[in-house]
């Protein structure tokens, strides 16, 4: 039983699959919740069709309780967001859903990848950092908040090899 628990907790079971359009309203609902402006259901159908948009879903227990996406081109992609259920973070699942989707944008064929964090994200920036992504240019004032604030980005990088 403790057994079982503690490979819970750790995010043991959770699975990182390709999302269909099922998943759209899920993903908007999760996307809402995480960043000040959310992407609606119909965007995300958009991506999950398109062929330049790579779109998971992270399930645990049978529950969506995440997302990646990333827009491709040539060999470059860009990750566009990322997100984990507010209730399930800090159990390392992001780790999970990130290296999965990492490994399936090299199957692309995709060399290079980039990103844009607020530079305030802690949580963010060590899961990049911790999956090899490195600081290559910061935008001052990027990021335009609902209250008129104005918060800074980082740019990431990193390559597949
Ligand atoms: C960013 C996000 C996906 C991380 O998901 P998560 O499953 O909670 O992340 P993890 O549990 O894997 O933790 C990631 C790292 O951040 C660290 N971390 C967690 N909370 C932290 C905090 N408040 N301050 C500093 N570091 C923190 C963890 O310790 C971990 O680092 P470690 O591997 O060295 O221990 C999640 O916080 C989220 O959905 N945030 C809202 C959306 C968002 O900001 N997305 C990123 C946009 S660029």
Do not use: C
């Not at 398109?50 to 992609?77: C, M, P, Q, W, Y």
């Amino acid at each position: 039983m403790m057994g079982w628990l503690s490979e819970w907790w750790r995010g043991g079971s959770a699975v990182v699959e390709p999302a269909t359009l099922r998943d759209a309203a899920r993903l908007a609902q999760l996307h809402g919740a995480s960043f000040a402006r959310g992407w609606g259901e119909g965007e995300f159908e958009s991506m999950i069709g398109e062929r330049n948009t790579l779109v998971h879903r992270l399930r645990l227990g049978g529950k969506t309780i995440g997302f990646a996406v990333s827009r491709v081109g040539a060999d470059e992609a860009e990750i566009l967001s990322i997100a984990v259920d507010a209730a399930y973070r800090g159990r390392g699942l992001s780790r999970t859903l990130l290296m999965t989707h990492l490994g399936h944008l090299a199957g692309r064929g995709i060399r290079t990848i980039f990103l844009e964090v607020e530079e305030n994200n802690q949580p963010a920036r060590r899961l990049y950092e911790r999956a090899g992504f490195t600081v290559v240019g910061r935008r001052e004032r990027y990021y335009k908040q609902p209250n008129g604030e104005q918060l800074n980005a980082l740019l990431m990088r990193r390559d597949l090899s």
